[in-house]
């Protein structure tokens, strides 16, 4: 253990409340020293935009993109193209081909739903197939469409409705055995036109052909799920919270691969740092004590441990004070994003940072990770990117990991939308343009054959395919051309 890691964990130990802020005076001469500087410019590994004559996406020089699956569109099921395009992952399909499952973050406005402005259509599908039938006028319009595309032909060749019935699907993730886990961003009860509860993971088999018998996996816990990621060693699946006060949740199935059989939902806490605040935002007593603050150092490692989380359906919502105050967990400033890559996840924290612009966490679970002889050699958690400004990184949402290890990042901020790569050495470069500039990245995945880049923009709901000379680029990265 370093003298820079024990230092801060002791300041920070003294300085989270006003009590002992005097106390905490005493280390400020070398606290400001240990936070490690981050990113504080770009790189241009791909050169400037060409500006796009459709005014939708502009791409560095050599890069196309063409669209399909717009919002409205009638699908081969005939049911239309939700609105509300969001997180997404690409999956091998026969014959080559790629199949997408995407989620859409929709409620009960039936203006962009899949069954029309009135609802009209909804009657097509048996309600047992529906999570939420809304009392037959009002269905929750959440859910997932299921799309096959040929990288070859780059055709759009099927898509059709594939989970039905639930609410906000924000991101979720793909697992290895083949399904996407689909997660719903709120928690609301069953009351009013509301058949059910609503907070719950489900899961898409890539293989269904149609829309699946909606069952929400409970055991992962009730509450404002963002995205998953899966261990393909151990089945283990990592799970972030969107709210200011979230945490890092991991769900360990009685069996690896048959979520609905149950398991222990954990939440994250740091070594030795019981309920730390990894945000970064300034302390509230910064207005007194201009120096105090509470952070974590880009690239520094913490030791983590996991400790159990109780009454997981979670019926006031309070899971993340339970983990937080109660047992230690860690905070986290609104997770988002996850993606599991060769042993590591990464995932995002929109808001978090003392600019409160975006961090780019990295988990690295135990060899041990899930059992009792964990704690012999814990996972690692590390801060890999906290950003300093909008020019760098704006509010990271859905990321996922290219065929070569960058991040590829998509940002949801206020300003100009970008998709955002992050090198393995953490140096950041700008990819995309988003030239609606008025709705936010979504979605950002590789074909199997690494010859794509599936994304969308969520409004008014667009999912895009750009193919490029990917290879030629990683290249140059990696021998430092800017």
């Not at 019981?274 to 300034?282: E, F, G, Q, V």
Request: hydrophobic content about 35%; glycine content about 10%; overall charge negative.
């Amino acid at each position: 253990m370093s003298t820079n890691k024990i230092t801060r964990r002791q300041f920070v130990r003294t300085g989270l409340t006003a009590g002992s802020a005097a106390l905490a005076l005493g280390f400020l001469g070398c606290s400001r020293f240990l936070i490690s500087p981050s990113v504080d410019s770009l790189i241009e590994p791909y050169g400037g935009f060409r500006l796009d004559p459709a005014g939708i996406l502009d791409l560095p020089l050599g890069f196309k993109y063409h669209t399909f699956s717009t919002t409205g569109e009638t699908m081969d099921d005939g049911f239309l193209v939700p609105g509300g395009h969001d997180g997404m992952a690409a999956f091998p399909g026969p014959d080559g081909k790629t199949i997408l499952v995407r989620n859409h973050e929709l409620e009960i406005d039936a203006r962009t739903g899949a069954f029309g402005q009135s609802n009209e259509l909804v009657n097509r599908i048996d309600s047992k197939r529906i999570h939420d039938f809304g009392q037959g006028s009002s269905p929750a319009l959440g859910g997932t469409t299921t799309l096959i595309y040929n990288t070859r032909t780059k055709k759009l060749e099927k898509q059709f409705l594939s989970l039905a019935g639930t609410m906000r699907n924000c991101a979720g993730g793909p697992t290895p055995w083949n399904t996407w886990i689909s997660c719903e961003e709120c928690v609301q009860r069953a009351e009013d036109t509301f058949e059910t509860d609503h907070g719950y993971n489900f899961e898409v088999p890539v293989s269904a052909r149609g829309i699946v018998t909606p069952t929400p996996l409970k055991a992962m816990g009730r509450f404002y799920h963002e995205a998953v990621a899966v261990d393909a060693r151990t089945g283990i699946v990592y799970q972030t919270e969107d709210r200011g006060d979230g945490l890092l949740y991991r769900f360990i199935p009685h069996y690896p691969g048959k979520l609905m059989e149950g398991g222990r939902l954990q939440a994250l806490r740091i070594r030795d740092l019981k309920s730390a605040d990894t945000r970064n935002w300034k302390n509230p007593l910064e207005t007194l004590f201009p120096l105090v603050h509470h952070v974590v150092p880009v690239g520094e490692t913490l030791d983590a441990e996991w400790i159990d989380i109780e009454n997981v359906e979670s019926p006031k919502d309070d899971l993340r004070n339970q983990g937080f105050h109660d047992k230690g967990a860690a905070r986290f400033a609104r997770g988002e994003g996850m993606w599991y890559s060769d042993g590591v996840i990464f995932f995002a924290c929109t808001n978090g940072g003392e600019r409160r612009k975006g961090q780019i966490w990295k988990y690295t679970p135990s060899p041990f990770e899930g059992t009792h002889d964990e704690e012999k050699k814990p996972g690692v958690l590390e801060l890999f990117v906290e950003s300093k400004s909008s020019d760098l990184l704006e509010n990271a949402d859905n990321l996922t990991v290219a065929p070569w290890g960058d991040l590829i990042v998509c940002e949801d901020g206020l300003t100009e939308q970008f998709l955002v790569g992050i090198t393995p050495e953490g140096r950041l470069y700008r990819f995309a343009r988003n030239a609606k500039n008025v709705f936010e990245f979504a979605g950002s995945t590789f074909s199997p054959d690494g010859s794509t880049l599936f994304v969308n923009i969520q409004t008014p709901g667009i999912t895009l395919a750009i193919t490029g000379p990917w290879k030629t680029v990683a290249s140059d990265i990696e021998q430092g051309h800017s």
